[in-house]
Protein backbone atom coordinates (compact mmCIF):
# COMPACT_ATOMS: atom_id res chain seq x y z
CA UNK A 1 0.00 0.00 0.00
CA UNK A 2 1.52 3.56 -0.75
CA UNK A 3 -0.20 6.98 0.46
CA UNK A 4 1.34 10.29 0.73
CA UNK A 5 1.94 12.40 3.61
CA UNK A 6 4.18 15.16 5.27
CA UNK A 7 6.89 14.54 7.55
CA UNK A 8 6.36 16.09 11.21
CA UNK A 9 9.01 14.72 13.53
CA UNK A 10 12.66 13.07 13.07
CA UNK A 11 12.58 10.73 15.46
CA UNK A 12 15.84 9.56 15.06
CA UNK A 13 18.74 9.79 12.14
CA UNK A 14 16.68 7.12 10.34
CA UNK A 15 13.39 7.15 11.35
CA UNK A 16 10.66 9.95 11.30
CA UNK A 17 6.69 10.55 11.68
CA UNK A 18 4.79 11.16 8.55
CA UNK A 19 0.99 12.65 8.90
CA UNK A 20 -1.23 10.95 5.75
CA UNK A 21 -4.15 11.43 5.12
CA UNK A 22 -6.43 8.35 4.78
CA UNK A 23 -7.06 6.27 1.94
CA UNK A 24 -9.48 3.10 1.55
CA UNK A 25 -7.07 0.59 2.32
CA UNK A 26 -6.38 2.87 5.55
CA UNK A 27 -10.44 1.98 6.46
CA UNK A 28 -9.65 -1.85 6.14
CA UNK A 29 -6.25 -1.79 8.10
CA UNK A 30 -6.67 0.42 11.37
CA UNK A 31 -3.10 -0.70 11.74
CA UNK A 32 -1.55 2.68 12.23
CA UNK A 33 -2.18 5.68 15.13
CA UNK A 34 -4.79 8.24 13.98
CA UNK A 35 -4.88 11.92 15.66
CA UNK A 36 -7.79 13.85 16.65
CA UNK A 37 -8.30 15.85 13.09
CA UNK A 38 -8.57 12.04 11.35
CA UNK A 39 -5.04 12.10 10.00
CA UNK A 40 -3.03 9.12 10.06
CA UNK A 41 0.36 9.30 11.72
CA UNK A 42 2.94 6.31 11.22
CA UNK A 43 6.60 5.92 12.12
CA UNK A 44 8.48 5.20 8.55
CA UNK A 45 12.28 4.42 7.06
CA UNK A 46 13.63 7.87 6.17
CA UNK A 47 16.27 6.25 3.65
CA UNK A 48 15.48 9.09 1.21
CA UNK A 49 16.72 11.33 4.17
CA UNK A 50 13.84 13.71 3.92
CA UNK A 51 13.31 16.86 6.36
CA UNK A 52 10.65 17.89 8.55
CA UNK A 53 7.86 19.20 6.11
CA UNK A 54 8.97 17.41 3.33
CA UNK A 55 6.24 16.21 0.93
CA UNK A 56 6.75 11.94 1.11
CA UNK A 57 5.11 8.72 -0.51
CA UNK A 58 5.48 6.11 2.11
CA UNK A 59 4.74 2.41 0.62
CA UNK A 60 3.69 -0.48 3.57
CA UNK A 61 3.65 -4.04 3.05
CA UNK A 62 0.08 -5.55 2.64
CA UNK A 63 1.43 -8.58 5.00
CA UNK A 64 2.15 -5.69 7.46
CA UNK A 65 -1.53 -4.24 7.43
CA UNK A 66 -2.76 -7.49 7.58
CA UNK A 67 -0.76 -8.44 10.66
CA UNK A 68 -1.57 -5.59 12.80
CA UNK A 69 -5.15 -6.27 11.79
CA UNK A 70 -5.08 -9.88 12.78
CA UNK A 71 -3.02 -9.15 16.20
CA UNK A 72 -5.84 -5.95 16.84
CA UNK A 73 -9.06 -7.96 16.27
CA UNK A 74 -8.27 -11.94 16.27
CA UNK A 75 -6.54 -11.65 19.66
CA UNK A 76 -9.34 -10.42 21.44
CA UNK A 77 -11.78 -12.61 20.63
CA UNK A 78 -9.45 -15.55 21.07
CA UNK A 79 -9.09 -14.80 24.70
CA UNK A 80 -12.61 -13.95 25.09
CA UNK A 81 -13.25 -17.95 23.76
CA UNK A 82 -10.00 -18.94 25.65
CA UNK A 83 -11.45 -17.54 28.93
CA UNK A 84 -15.14 -18.76 28.38
CA UNK A 85 -13.65 -22.72 28.19
CA UNK A 86 -11.71 -22.25 30.78
CA UNK A 87 -14.56 -20.98 33.46
CA UNK A 88 -17.05 -23.43 32.12
CA UNK A 89 -14.35 -26.56 32.98
CA UNK A 90 -14.32 -25.40 36.55
CA UNK A 91 -17.84 -24.68 37.28
CA UNK A 92 -21.35 -25.73 35.17
CA UNK A 93 -22.63 -21.96 36.24
CA UNK A 94 -22.74 -20.34 33.21
CA UNK A 95 -21.76 -16.78 34.77
CA UNK A 96 -18.43 -18.36 35.72
CA UNK A 97 -17.80 -18.97 31.82
CA UNK A 98 -19.03 -15.76 31.01
CA UNK A 99 -16.81 -13.81 33.52
CA UNK A 100 -13.51 -15.86 32.73
CA UNK A 101 -14.41 -15.09 29.18
CA UNK A 102 -13.73 -11.28 30.17
CA UNK A 103 -11.44 -11.96 32.49
CA UNK A 104 -9.12 -13.53 29.57
CA UNK A 105 -10.10 -10.13 27.28
CA UNK A 106 -9.15 -7.73 29.63
CA UNK A 107 -5.84 -10.01 30.14
CA UNK A 108 -5.15 -10.09 26.18
CA UNK A 109 -5.94 -5.91 25.60
CA UNK A 110 -3.61 -5.63 28.45
CA UNK A 111 -1.00 -7.97 26.74
CA UNK A 112 -1.50 -6.06 23.71
CA UNK A 113 -0.92 -2.79 25.08
CA UNK A 114 2.56 -3.78 26.47
CA UNK A 115 3.21 -5.35 22.99
CA UNK A 116 2.53 -1.89 21.33
CA UNK A 117 4.56 -0.19 23.68
CA UNK A 118 7.39 -2.82 23.53
CA UNK A 119 7.29 -2.19 19.76
CA UNK A 120 7.54 1.80 20.15
CA UNK A 121 10.53 1.30 21.93
CA UNK A 122 11.86 -1.19 19.22
CA UNK A 123 11.93 1.83 17.03
CA UNK A 124 10.78 -0.79 14.08
CA UNK A 125 9.21 0.01 11.02
CA UNK A 126 7.51 -1.41 8.41
CA UNK A 127 6.93 1.84 6.12
CA UNK A 128 9.40 3.40 3.74
CA UNK A 129 10.06 6.77 2.36
CA UNK A 130 9.96 5.69 -1.83
CA UNK A 131 9.43 9.22 -2.99
CA UNK A 132 10.29 12.54 -1.45
CA UNK A 133 9.67 15.98 -2.62
CA UNK A 134 11.55 19.27 -0.98
CA UNK A 135 8.62 20.92 1.23
Known sequence: MKTKG???KLLSDDIVEVICEPNS???KCKGC???SS???ILKAKNNMRAKVGDGVEVEVEEAEGIRAAFIVFIFPIIGLLFGYFIGTKFSSAEYVGVIGA???MVIT????NLYDRYLSL???CSAV???AQKG
Open 102 to 104: LVF
Open 122 to 124: KNE
Open 109 to 112: FLFL
Open 6 to 8: KIS
Open 33 to 35: SMS
Open 129 to 131: IIK
Open 38 to 40: GEI
Open 25 to 27: ACE
